[in-house]
């Protein structure tokens, strides 16, 4: 360049700025190629120098029909499928306590009887008593003689005397609600009675301290009273 004469030097420069106009002309027809939407898919670079090529992402116009979610741990999150067939009714559990035992008997009561509280109650057998000049057996019940003795094993021991006690010392002395026919007419009577919120009846089945009348609401309260060895089902007491 330094030899180049003056003569020279213009058509050197000519000569420089035709092959950069030349070259300019194909960077901008390259730019052009890569910024088309519908150019093909260009083939991942390959690795240089050690480097992992940088994948290509497709666009979401590009993608094809999305895969169906798969369902992770599904017997974990949903309850398996439940057989109909396969379940089994079971009976009903035994009652809790003895108020469940048994409700209160559903006798039809005379339309000039009324629930009347019976005041200062003494018990005469297990499931009778005496109050207010009245004599009151507990419907549904049968009670124990107060001579009768009952045997467990081989022990022989006065049960009707140890009900009777009983009935007494449940009582003492309290109020009972039941329902009597009207002052004029105080013969004895078989009634429904209560103690508070208690069916006096339930009680004192449930306590093997009395029977259960044959087909009365009692009789679950007798079969549990005997199988556990309640009252006079139990040894002596």
């Given at each position: 360049m330094s030899g180049a004469g003056p003569e020279q030097r213009p058509g050197l420069a000519?000569?420089?700025?035709?092959?950069g106009l030349l070259a300019g002309a194909l960077l901008i027809?390259?730019?052009?190629?890569?910024?088309?939407v519908d150019r093909p898919n260009l083939a991942p670079a390959q690795a240089v120098g050690g480097e992992q090529p940088i994948a290509a992402v497709a666009s979401p116009l590009e993608t094809g029909p999305q895969q169906p979610a798969r369902k992770i741990a599904q017997d974990l999150i949903a309850p398996p499928p439940l057989e109909v067939s396969a379940i089994e009714r079971i009976e009903p559990r035994l009652p809790l306590g003895e108020l469940g035992?048994?409700?209160?008997?559903?006798?039809?009561m005379p339309d000039d009887w009324r629930e009347t509280l019976l005041h200062r109650p003494i018990a005469t057998t297990s499931?009778?008593?005496?109050?207010?000049?009245?004599?009151?057996?507990?419907?549904?019940?049968?009670?124990?003689d107060p001579d009768q003795s009952c045997s467990f094993g081989e022990a022989a021991w006065p049960c009707g005397q140890r009900a009777r006690a009983a009935f007494n010392a449940w009582l003492r002395g309290r109020a009972l609600k039941c329902f009597v026919p009207p002052e004029t007419d105080r013969f004895a009577i078989a009634a429904p009675c209560k103690l508070g919120k208690q069916d006096v009846g339930a009680w004192l089945v449930a306590n093997g301290w009395a029977m259960a009348a044959p087909g009365g609401v009692?009789?679950?309260?007798?079969?549990?009273a005997r199988t556990a060895g309640m009252g006079i089902f139990g040894p002596p007491q």
């Open positions: 000519i000569a420089f700025g035709a092959v027809i390259w730019a052009g190629a890569l910024l088309a035992l048994a409700s209160r008997p559903e006798t039809p499931a009778a008593f005496e109050a207010m000049g009245r004599t009151v057996a507990i419907s549904g019940t049968l009670g124990v009692y009789s679950k309260a007798e079969a549990t």
